[in-house]
């Protein structure tokens, strides 16, 4: 297992960490949503599909989707340690702006070997989470989820503190920058749009309109419940 994980390219680890995000999201990651999250040509994720199956790191259901087998998931999970570890180094250490971290440590992932990640983990004091407020996964492939649902599942009149932003694009978190909608930040709901489901909300103590788009990718923690979190 060792040296197929070893002989893994960086496109490989790409597709993997894809499909680990996708599946996370919806359970499963479908070609369409491949094609849009890598930004390539429909032909090439098809056929980077077939070898991921004929090697051992994905099952694929025609007109259903991709998911990743036992092995796939081992090598996703290990890209993503290495992926919010760089963007920790990126943002605590070398002080790059937030909304950039995302891209820059996709690329730098790939040349981080475990030589590396381990005394730059405890460099860093070893957080538990990127800047974004996703788990990062420990040496042995645990990642612990902290309890929390969407702000668009949030009632009326409901306060809540911003746990994580399920998605890392460079646009989205610019826009929730100039927001100030980080992690460890209160909101409340003031209203929703029966049209449109767009949120009325303040964050920080400021008021703001988000549409139900951008709110789906913010997750949150009921003030009520939010004890000591966990790690």
């Not at 040296?3 to 490989?12: A, F, I, K, L």
């Not at 999250?37 to 989707?65: C, F, K």
């Not at 950039?100 to 996709?106: R, V």
């Not at 139900?212 to 790690?231: N, W």
Request: aromatic fraction near 4%; hydrophobic fraction near 35%; charge should be neutral.
């Amino acid at each position: 297992m060792s040296n197929t994980m070893e002989e893994v390219t960086p496109t490989v680890e790409e597709y993997l960490e894809c499909i680990y995000r996708l599946e996370e999201k919806y359970g499963l990651a479908r070609t369409r949503d491949i094609v849009k999250m890598m930004d390539v040509a429909p032909g090439t994720v098809t056929n980077t599909i077939e070898w991921l199956e004929r090697s051992g790191l994905v099952t694929h259901q025609p007109y259903r989707g991709v998911k990743l087998t036992s092995k796939g998931q081992m090598i996703a999970i290990r890209v993503l340690r290495k992926h919010r570890l760089a963007e920790r180094l990126l943002v605590d250490v070398l002080r790059v702006e937030w909304e950039k971290a995302h891209d820059l440590a996709c690329k730098l992932e790939h040349g981080l070997t475990e030589e590396v990640i381990k005394p730059l983990e405890r460099f860093l004091k070893h957080p538990k989470t990127c800047p974004h407020g996703n788990p990062i996964p420990n040496e042995y492939g645990v990642l612990i989820r902290e309890e929390s649902v969407s702000l668009t599942d949030l009632e009326v009149g409901s306060e809540s503190v911003i746990t994580r932003i399920i998605e890392e694009h460079k646009d989205l978190l610019q826009y929730l920058s100039e927001l100030g909608a980080f992690p460890g930040v209160v909101v409340k709901v003031l209203g929703r749009n029966p049209v449109d489901g767009s949120l009325k909300l303040t964050v920080g103590g400021k008021p703001h309109v988000l549409s139900s788009r951008i709110a789906s990718v913010i997750h949150v923690k009921k003030l009520a419940e939010d004890g000591v979190h966990r790690g």
